[in-house]
């Protein structure tokens, strides 16, 4: 098992591997850094594989892709977009069993894995959750100060889930000290019990 410390908050440092998986095309992937204000893309591509693998050997090869970047990068987190849902039952199923490989990459490397639908990352990113993808790869080139438009499509999305994490994850951050200020100390407990649900 691969195990990688985490790195101390005190250093505003956030390192995060997106994944844009896909049945029919490829699968993107691309790493973003986050240092104070500055977004910093570390490494995109996607991984195109030829038609007639089977689709064991496909999710051994996005397996093995992924276990690669993590062990390379470190990332704080891993990204990765949800099924669509409205996708037919086929395509859903072998989506999501893109997905599992991905998140238990992410698990055997004791690194948190997220997901987010693609009207959250369109709106994070964009500005509105029904952008388009030109208008996503706008964005992600401006986002990450880069001299072109990054290239293919998938790579762009994959970038784009990592800046949604890394978006909403500050976000986060900034909101939970003035969450946990607005709670006096004196409070009495509530008479009942409390149970939180994290939407991953």
């Known amino acids: 098992m691969i195990s990688h410390p985490q790195r101390s908050p005190n250093n505003h440092k956030l390192r995060v591997l997106g994944v844009d998986p896909a049945v029919a095309g490829a699968i993107g992937y691309g790493v973003v850094q986050i240092e104070g204000s500055l977004a910093t893309c570390m490494r995109f591509g996607a991984l195109k594989l030829p038609r007639q693998l089977t689709f064991a050997f496909r999710l051994r090869e996005i397996h093995c892709l992924i276990a690669g970047l ?78 072109v438009i990054p290239e293919p499509a998938d790579a762009s999305d994959a970038l784009a889930v990592a800046l949604c994490h890394a978006h909403l994850s500050r976000a986060r951050e900034r909101l939970a000290p003035a969450a946990h200020s607005s709670v006096s100390p004196r409070s009495p407990r509530p008479s009942y019990s409390v149970r939180a649900v994290v939407r991953h």
């Open 70 to 147: 993590v062990e390379q990068f470190h990332p704080d987190a891993v990204a990765v977009e949800s099924v669509f849902t409205s996708l037919n039952m086929g395509t859903a199923l072998k989506l999501a069993e893109m997905r599992g490989v991905v998140l238990l990459a992410a698990a055997q490397a004791q690194i948190p894995a997220h997901s987010y639908s693609p009207r959250e990352i369109k709106a994070s990113v964009a500005g509105f959750g029904a952008a388009s993808k030109q208008q996503i790869q706008q964005m992600v080139r401006s986002l990450l100060n880069l001299d």
